[in-house]
């Protein structure tokens, strides 16, 4: 079922997400060469409940194959799509790309966001690609329009990434959020042959390209959690909860 949003809650879910913006854009500031992974999760964290909500991956999704999201960030180094686990070894060096995805949880409603940098200098099949995946997400987040149906994001994002060489990955994607940090509907980066429902007005959904420079085929780490892409070419990941509104999309992570 797709829960529409109040006005008063897309408010709160507006301040959760501004400061899921914040967190991002400030730590695109202390990503250098040298850094490690949990230096950058362990600032996160810290922000996050300076500004009074909580990380909302920490401990999230244990099940019995697998244990709690033990980390504020995902941090997915490279060939690493999404769900990587900060880690001291994990250092960043000149040339990498980096994805960092964050949630929190503020008054009882989650923000979600996601944002790839490079690493100093990079080569120009990353610089295209993450420049493609974001410009992927611009459009796709251009089709949350009350009345259009949930595959013209999926295609839009579809179209993009495939005139420029690159593929999706099919395996995972976007989702509603609200109280819950998944909900309602599951958003294709790529159209499956189905419209998906109309949407409607106080809707929000979070909307996230995840594309590779090589194959769409991932697969998942023994720690349950990193999603690689399967013949180690790169990855990106960008990421934005938007509500749909009577004037069109309302981008929430955005200061």
């Not at 991956?57 to 194959?65: C, I, M, N």
């Not at 929190?104 to 295209?128: H, I, Q, R, W």
């Not at 005139?163 to 940090?181: K, M, P, Q, Y």
Request: hydrophobic share 40%; with cysteine; proline share 4%.
């Amino acid at each position: 079922m797709i829960i529409l949003k109040t006005d008063r809650e897309i408010g709160i879910m507006r301040e959760a997400n501004r400061i899921i913006a914040v967190v991002l854009n400030e730590i695109g500031e202390r990503i250098r060469p040298g850094i490690s992974t949990t230096e950058l999760d362990h600032w996160a964290e810290e922000r996050i409940v300076r500004m009074r909500a909580q990380p909302a991956f920490k401990g999230y999704g244990g099940t019995s194959q697998r244990s709690p999201f033990p980390a504020t960030l995902c941090t997915s180094l490279n060939s690493e799509v999404v769900h990587g686990i900060p880690s001291p070894q994990q250092v960043l060096r000149e040339g990498d790309i980096i994805s960092i995805d964050v949630g929190v949880l503020y008054e009882g409603f989650y923000g979600d966001g996601a944002y790839s940098y490079p690493v100093g200098a990079v080569s120009d099949t990353a610089k295209k690609l993450l420049a493609t995946c974001q410009h992927a997400l611009a459009l796709g987040v251009e089709q949350a329009l009350a009345g259009n149906r949930l595959s013209a994001i999926s295609l839009a994002v579809e179209q993009t990434v495939r005139a420029e060489g690159f593929e999706i990955v099919r395996d995972l994607s976007g989702h509603g959020i609200g109280r819950n940090l998944h909900e309602e509907p599951q958003i294709l980066n790529f159209f499956d042959g189905r419209k998906g429902p109309k949407l409607k007005t106080n809707m929000t959904l979070a909307i996230e390209p995840m594309i590779t420079a090589g194959g769409w085929q991932v697969r998942t780490r023994d720690d349950g959690w990193t999603v690689v892409t399967a013949d180690g070419s790169l990855a990106a990941h960008f990421e934005h909860t938007v509500a749909v509104s009577d004037n069109g999309p309302e981008i929430l992570t955005r200061v």
